[in-house]
């Protein structure tokens, strides 16, 4: 598949990370199908991208006209066989666990064109290892975006050891196409480049407060207006989702081993359902 050929996208998943590409997809010009597993979860999703397209023509970056027209190219599923059947490309934003990805590519692999591409919105999975669970590994790579995709300018493109030249040309051509600055990342390594930076950052800002030895507010304040960053360590943890977060250390400590095991501040607050943003409360409450 050539980037010139791609018109129809499916994402498969509308959470955070769902919702967001498939909005950023839409808004420029593709068909887009969101599918998920409940009607909830679509109805979500697609209220959530409404929400942020009218956000972005409430402060003039686009027109209502534009706004209105990039909702109406989203198409909201349940039917997988639906979602994939005709289209180009898959992009799959689906819980961070090895076993329900592979389950979701096992699946698609039955109903997608031969000739469609899957990107994987994974934050730190081995591509390589998803890619053998379909009949395409070649036409499989990373397409990682960052939380909130709709203003993050970066989409890592990442390769398995079997991905195409082709494949990995169409995928950065399609990140452009949606304004965005792809970073060819060629080893396929546990976080890629960013999360295995700035994950641990977030990790160890926890263990500082879990061991008494700063306050959330303290780590954050320094993190924000010292280091620079646009969102102190804490809120960063609430804006991509604790769980998410926790994910990615867990297989990272189960890859690379000790220096990444998780904070049990942030395993606590994952039972907790304090997730973040997402869920209305995480570090800080947001209801
Ligand atoms: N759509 C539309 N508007 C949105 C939005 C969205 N998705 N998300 C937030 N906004 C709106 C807010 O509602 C708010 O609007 P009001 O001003 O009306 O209240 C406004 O945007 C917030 O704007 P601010 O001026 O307060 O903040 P900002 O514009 O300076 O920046 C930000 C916001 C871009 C999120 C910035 O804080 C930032 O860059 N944060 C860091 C985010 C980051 O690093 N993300 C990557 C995380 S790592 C990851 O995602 C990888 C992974 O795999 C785990």
Redesign the pocket.
């Known amino acids: 598949m050539d980037f010139e050929d791609i018109d129809t996208i499916a994402v498969l998943g509308a959470g955070n990370?769902g919702h967001?590409i498939t909005?950023v997809a839409a808004l420029a010009g593709y068909d887009v199908r969101m599918r998920d597993i409940k009607d909830e979860f679509v109805q979500d999703g697609y209220d959530n991208i409404e929400?942020?397209l009218n956000?972005?023509a409430?402060?003039d970056q686009l027109s209502q006209d534009e706004a209105d027209a990039a909702l109406d190219r989203v198409t909201p599923l349940v039917d997988v066989e639906e979602a994939v059947s005709d289209v180009d490309v898959v992009i799959e934003a689906v819980p961070e666990k090895m076993d329900i990805k592979k389950d979701v590519y096992t699946e698609v692999e039955e109903y997608a064109p031969e000739d469609a591409i899957f990107a994987t919105n994974t934050?730190?999975l081995s591509i390589t290892e998803l890619s053998e669970v379909t009949e395409r590994p070649e036409q499989f790579c990373g397409m990682?975006?960052?939380?909130?995709?709709?203003?993050?300018q970066l989409v890592e493109v990442i390769s398995g050891a079997h991905s195409s030249d082709d494949t990995l040309a169409a995928i950065e051509a399609l990140a452009e196409d949606f304004e965005k600055t792809p970073v060819r990342v060629r080893k396929d390594s546990p976080g890629f480049i960013?999360?295995r930076i700035?994950?641990p950052l977030m990790n160890e800002a926890a263990w500082l407060v879990h061991t008494d030895e700063a306050t959330v507010a303290e780590v954050d304040s320094t993190t924000k207006f010292d280091m620079g960053?646009?969102?102190g360590s804490f809120e960063?943890s609430d804006?991509?989702?604790n769980d998410?977060?926790l994910h990615?250390l867990e297989y990272m400590h189960e890859v690379l081993g000790e220096p990444y095991a998780p904070c049990p501040l942030l395993e606590e607050k994952v039972e907790n359902e304090e997730l973040g943003k997402k869920s209305g409360k995480g570090f800080y409450d947001y209801e």
């Open positions: 990370m967001g909005e929400w942020s956000k972005l409430e402060k934050s730190s990682h975006f960052f939380n909130p995709p709709v203003r993050m960013v999360n700035l994950v960053l646009p969102m960063l804006q991509v989702g998410v977060g990615v």
